[in-house]
């Protein structure tokens, strides 16, 4: 039940925001209080796309600092409003726009696809940026003889190429540590003792793979096993008949799978799947972002104009995943 203390505190976040011409949005990996005071809530995708329209002058971007970024790179005359600029991401931190050089170098006529979860240097040196929502179809947009370079995530690309059955995609061994840790053996336990449960995996989780691996093998139904981005799982959630629903990502995730869909039970894969940096931003450090106006994001502007062209073409591929609002 929300108390009073919440209620008023939500009221005056809320009044703060209007009177600062600020919108806040939220990735569906954040506290409960953050995700359910901000103005819209999604996957990273989801975000991009309302950051590049919003009409207010001021993003307050409740998330990790790669998203900020990109919130810079399209809306490069807002003010962009990190609550704690420290909140990183170690998949990001997999990859330096000079290695990305080096790599192209080594792969002259290649196309560069990155992940979002990269800096706005690696993004200038990308030629399309993509989400787990819609890295499948960024793929597919290229010719099939033109190899492909794809960083930084290794759990994803191997989903990609599954998908795609390309066999000139090189991957950059890149991973997420929280999604990482959470491995097939584990997951195997857990559907051995829920034989009904349906599972929602992300794909940059270690288990991705096996999933599939498993799904072929029919020791997970392959029927009930989904690959899904943050925003996917949402959706699915929406409209899923099953009684429960064991979910491989990062546990915030939890929160508005319970909130759309109140019958079912959602219960995490691992417990301790809990990205340290999404939760640096807390209700106190959201509520002095608003009043003092730090930690403010910038970008070189010739960073943000090359790698605009990256994330905007990602933007234009894929389908849109509905956002909490
Ligand atoms: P989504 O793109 O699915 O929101 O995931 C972002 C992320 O950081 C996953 O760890
Ligand atoms: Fe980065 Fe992993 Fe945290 Fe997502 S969960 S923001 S990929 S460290």
Same mark, same amino acid.
Request: aromatic letters at 4%.
């Given at each position: ?11 005056? $976040? ?13 990735? %569906?990996?954040? +506290? ?33 600092? !790669?998203?900020?970024?990109? =919130? ?34 080594? @792969? ?8 979002? %979860? ?5 993004? =200038? ?24 370079? !794809? ?18 995609? @090189? ?11 959470? %491995? ?6 857990? +559907? ?8 929602? *995996? ?16 029919? *020791? *997970? ?5 989904? $690959? ?31 909130? +759309?869909?109140?019958?079912?039970? !959602? &219960?995490?894969? %691992? ?40 994330? &905007? ?13």
């Amino acid at each position: 039940m929300t108390s009073t203390v919440d209620t008023q505190w939500a009221e005056r $976040i809320r009044a703060l925001a209007a009177e600062k011409d600020a919108v806040i949005l939220a990735h %569906n990996y954040q +506290v409960p209080e953050i995700q359910d005071v901000a103005h819209h809530v999604g996957d990273s995708l989801a975000l991009s796309r309302i950051a590049a329209t919003v009409p207010q002058s001021t993003i307050i971007f409740c998330g990790v600092h !790669f998203m900020a970024e990109t =919130a810079k790179i399209l809306s490069y005359d807002k003010t962009i409003i990190i609550p704690d600029e420290r909140a990183g991401c170690s998949l990001a931190d997999t990859i330096t726009a000079d290695q990305l050089r080096e790599w192209k170098a080594q @792969h002259p006529g290649a196309v560069v696809v990155s992940y979002v %979860n990269t800096t706005a240097a690696v993004k =200038a040196e990308t030629d399309i940026c993509c989400t787990s929502s819609n890295a499948v179809e960024v793929v597919q947009s290229i010719p099939a003889d033109v190899p492909v370079l !794809f960083c930084p995530d290794q759990f994803l690309g191997a989903h990609v190429q599954r998908m795609t059955k390309r066999n000139n995609m @090189h991957i950059w061994m890149g991973e997420c540590h929280v999604h990482a840790g959470i %491995n097939g053996s584990e997951l195997k336990a857990m +559907v051995a003792s829920e034989p009904d449960a349906e599972l929602f *995996v992300h794909p940059e989780c270690g288990c991705a793979t096996s999933a599939m691996y498993l799904a072929s093998e029919g *020791v *997970v139904p392959a029927e009930r096993t989904h $690959i899904l981005s943050t925003g996917g799982m949402l959706d699915a959630a929406r409209t899923t008949k099953a009684k429960k629903v064991l979910v491989a990502t990062e546990t915030g995730m939890l929160h508005q799978l319970r909130k +759309v869909n109140v019958t079912t039970v !959602f &219960e995490p894969v %691992n417990r301790a799947a809990v990205c340290k940096y999404m939760k640096m931003i807390t209700p106190e450090k959201l509520e002095n972002a608003l009043l003092h106006g730090t930690d403010v994001v910038d970008v070189p502007r010739d960073i943000a104009d090359k790698a605009r062209l990256s994330v &905007e073409r990602m933007i234009a591929i894929g389908t849109p995943s509905r956002v909490g609002e």
